[in-house]
């Protein structure tokens, strides 16, 4: 029993989740009865592949509003990551592309956390400034137009992450899942995991604990822009070419807007990647059966902006009534 | 100094404000009990005690911040119910808090008048009669301040005067005082005085909250002591001296009682070493050694260097001059981090602000400076780390539902003694204690200080800072004295007279 109260200290069945998880119950209930084809398994699928890059980008961005920042550089990575993967495959053939890719969305990574757990600037301000930084790098280095025509066999095997199946298996669904497990296990079951928490909880009892915050950020923002550079990768490999508007759109509100309706504090020190999910699930399924019912998609937008703010409220209700 | 301006009318004067059978409990605490107080128009009447003692909740119950529980408030003899700091505002209560409520980036002129601005008929904010009011309140005052002059630039004791002048433009009949000379010059101190003076001639009744007797007896008229919340009594100030204002206080007649609770314990090798350790305008030339299974107590009164002082020991501020010696070895400490690795712990003042995450459960604050033992390999051992947090909660009786509880619903008591399971939790030799008994009710006090015993009698050294004289002759096997950042006096603990110590502390006379 002790063990399982455990697991409760971050993903616990708790009011925060309850809220998130009857939208879910709720909206699978009503759009199955409105929608035949909504439980079909041709759909679930469907609605998985198509939010797998989102799984990863939020759950890498649960990290920095653990800590009580955010990462609104997330999509710009997605684009950077995209072009050059694409870019340089077509010459030097898959394998060099994602080093150099990745490596590229791990560079913008680094430095937003050298800037914010070294230089100490706010996260807002070093986000926002990577966010054009990255953005604008991917379009000097497409030239502003997408990249087509990356050589065989390697277009398939790149396909094959961002939409192939292992199976009955979607492999993106199946990196999500491992990523997702992953970092449940760092911020569950390691010291990294709990500073995480312990800095967004209160970073000065964090110092005066002995804990290393500078350093604690700077992983966090590798997470975060690492998950991002994977999500790019993978959104790339999905659309077979370079695309320098990949992340412009709204995956990057998204990816934060998940995390908040998923029941994380934007304060800091509560939360965790499993709520993240639930928030995940909540926004793709109702696009999807919104969708699925022809509603129109800027009706789609305010329902997900209100329940960012319904969800924000429902916890700080919570939060003043201890 | 004597023969403070009191007026002939004042033992006659109508009440402004009455108290009687004032009640409020916290979770854990009764801090009022039955308390009756007033003031008198045109008096200043003294709220003495020991930290604790209920001094900050009565104020903040008369300003609307707290509700009482039971008993009846007056003003102006008619009974008003202070619902919130609206209400009291109205009613011509104005208190000032040691954390002055001005804005830094504003002017004094615009402070002033924050919150009702003096406005043109066109909506916008008439300048000219902005400042010209402004000067209007501050020249019968006395105040010499431009208006223009922005509130960071100026003084502490400029700004006191400030809001003290903001107070009386709302037309206040009450005001209160909450310490306001702590971070105050002696001179400034006096140029506060003269404008209380002038406020309790004008008809003010003023309550000034202290622990410095001696600096406030040409001040007030009368006096009332808190001790554990509750009234010890009100007198005229010229009926009390020093000492029974401390035997008042700390509810002990020191002279009688024997300390035998001192256990004989043989006092070992140094294992920490201050050599003229300073830091601009906080201490200087701070020399001490700790040695093992000893309790060291550094005392002096708020703003006195010693809180700056411990975090400078735990590397979390950097000591100007001087060094510091662990075991014979001068050290350099980066941050706190290091301090710890070193063996040092330290219990925070702030204990919200730098002791606990309060959103975090009990157990993960628990071993939030010790997680390093319970990792295998790579991986946390939850089970090992919930067995530890559940021995440390039965060992210490730390309260909690549940070790998942949240630390921040503790109790004030449960929170302090989370902290020192916290430290216990790692493997400090070295236990530095800002003021632990703060904030923390009486049965707990006692609990905590056993603890401290316990640490010392296991062969760590202890250095606790204290402004609690009851709690300095307690627990201390040595103590010193520190005033305005340099130690003024060391003493032993053993037939000490705690005027001696009383005098270090506030005339910086050693003994």
């Known amino acids: 029993m002790g063990g399982q109260r455990w697991h409760a200290l971050v993903g616990r069945i708790e009011p925060a989740t309850v809220g998130p998880g009857l939208a879910l119950l709720a909206m699978i209930i009503v759009f199955s009865i409105l929608s035949p084809y909504f439980l079909t398994r041709n759909n679930i699928t469907n609605v998985l592949v198509q939010s797998a890059p989102l799984l990863i980008l939020a759950a890498g961005q649960t990290f920095a509003l653990l800590m009580g920042g955010l990462d609104l550089s997330q999509g710009s990575i997605v684009s950077l990551v995209s072009v050059v993967t694409a870019g340089v495959m077509m010459r030097h053939r898959i394998v060099l592309g994602a080093v150099a890719g990745l490596g590229a969305g791990f560079g913008v990574s680094l ?28 379009m000097v280095y497409s030239g502003g137009s997408s990249i087509f ?7 398939d095997y790149f396909f094959w992450f961002g939409g192939g199946f292992i199976g009955p298996v979607p492999v993106s669904v ?31 009892v964090a110092v005066m604990s002995g804990i290393e915050v500078g350093r604690v950020k700077v992983l966090i923002y590798l997470v975060s822009g690492g998950c991002a550079s994977i999500a790019g990768f993978l959104m790339s490999g999905r659309v077979i070419s370079g695309q320098p508007l990949l992340g412009a759109g709204d995956i990057l509100l998204q990816s934060i807007g998940a995390v908040i309706i998923g029941g994380t504090s934007v304060f800091g020190g509560q939360g965790g990647v499993l709520r993240t999910v639930l928030g995940v699930l909540v926004i793709a399924f109702m696009v999807n059966g919104l969708n699925l019912l022809a509603i129109d998609t800027f009706a789609q937008q305010v329902i997900v902006g209100v329940m960012i703010i319904l969800s924000v409220w429902v916890n700080s209700l919570r939060r003043r009534r201890t | 100094m004597t023969g403070a301006a009191i007026p002939a009318n004042v033992a006659t004067a109508d009440a402004i404000l009455e108290l009687r059978g004032l009640h409020k409990k916290f979770p854990g605490v009764v801090a009022l009990d039955k308390v009756d107080f007033d003031v008198r128009r045109g008096e200043v009447h003294a709220l003495l005690g020991a930290n604790g003692a209920g001094k900050s909740t009565l104020i ?38 040691q954390d002055l409520a001005l804005v830094p980036h504003l002017s004094v002129a615009e402070n002033l008048f924050l919150g009702h601005e003096l406005m043109t008929p066109l909506g916008l904010i008439d300048w000219r009669r902005t400042h010209a009011e402004a000067r209007r309140l501050l020249a019968p005052l006395g105040i010499d301040i431009p208006t223009d002059a922005k509130i960071s630039s100026l003084s502490m004791g400029q700004r006191q005067l400030v809001e003290i002048a903001k107070a009386f433009g709302i037309e206040a009949k009450l005001l209160v005082l909450d310490e306001p000379t702590a971070s105050l010059s002696r001179g400034e101190a006096e140029s506060l005085f ?5 406020l309790a001639q004008s008809g003010v009744g003023i309550i000034y909250v202290s622990h410095r007797l001696e600096e406030i007896a040409p001040l007030v008229n009368r006096v009332t002591v808190l001790r554990d919340g509750r009234s010890v009594g009100t007198y005229p100030v010229d009926q009390l001296d020093r000492r029974n204002v401390v035997a008042l206080i700390t509810g002990q007649d020191w002279r009688s009682s024997e300390r035998s609770r001192r256990s004989a314990r043989s006092i070992g090798e ?9 830091r601009a305008r906080e201490f200087e030339d701070i020399s001490l050694t700790l040695r093992r299974s000893e309790i060291l107590v550094l005392t002096g009164l708020v703003g006195a260097g010693r809180t700056e002082l411990l975090e400078t020991i735990f590397g979390a501020r950097r000591a100007a001059t001087g060094e510091i010696r662990i075991g014979g070895k001068t050290v350099k400490f980066a941050g706190p981090r290091d301090a710890i690795r070193s063996g040092i712990a330290l219990l925070p003042e702030d204990r919200r602000g730098h002791g606990l995450a309060v959103i975090l459960p009990v157990v993960a604050n628990m071993t939030l400076a010790s997680l390093g033992q ?9 089970k090992q780390e919930l067995q530890h947090a559940r021995r440390m909660i039965g060992e210490l009786a730390i309260k909690t539902p549940s070790p998942f509880q949240a630390a921040g619903l503790l109790s004030g008591g449960n929170q302090q003694k989370l902290v020192l399971a916290k430290w216990l939790s790692t493997s400090a030799e070295i236990f530095l204690l800002d003021e632990p008994t703060q904030g923390v009710d009486v049965g707990t006090k006692d609990e905590i200080y056993r603890l401290i015993r316990g640490l010392a009698a296991s062969g760590k050294a202890v250095l606790v800072v204290s402004s609690d004289l009851e709690e300095v002759l307690e627990i201390g096997d040595r103590i010193l004295a520190i005033r305005r950042g340099r130690i003024v006096g060391e003493f032993r603990n053993d037939a000490l007279d705690p005027s001696l110590l009383v005098d270090a502390i506030t005339h910086g006379q050693a003994a």
């Open chain 2, 194 to 198: 003269v404008l209380i003076r002038k």
């Open chain 1, 174 to 204: 199946l990196i999500a899942v491992l990523v997702i497990a992953a970092i449940y296990i760092v911020l569950t079951r390691t010291r990294f995991g709990r500073h995480v928490y312990a800095v967004g909880g209160s970073e000065s």
């Open chain 2, 374 to 382: 319970f990792v295998g390999r790579l991986l946390l051992h939850p």
């Open chain 2, 270 to 278: 140094p294992l920490l070493e201050l050599h003229h350790l300073g």
């Open chain 2, 60 to 97: 903040k119950i008369v300003a609307g911040l707290y509700r009482a529980d039971a008993g009846e408030i007056r003003i102006d003899g008619r009974p008003v119910e202070l619902r919130d700091t609206q209400t009291a505002r109205a009613l011509g209560v104005s208190v000032i808090y």
């Open chain 1, 111 to 138: 430095l937003n956390g050298l800037l914010i757990g070294r230089a100490r600037i706010q996260p807002f301000i070093v986000t926002l400034g990577t966010l054009y930084v990255a953005a604008g790098l991917a």
């Open chain 1, 149 to 155: 025509g990356l050589p065989k066999p390697d277009v």
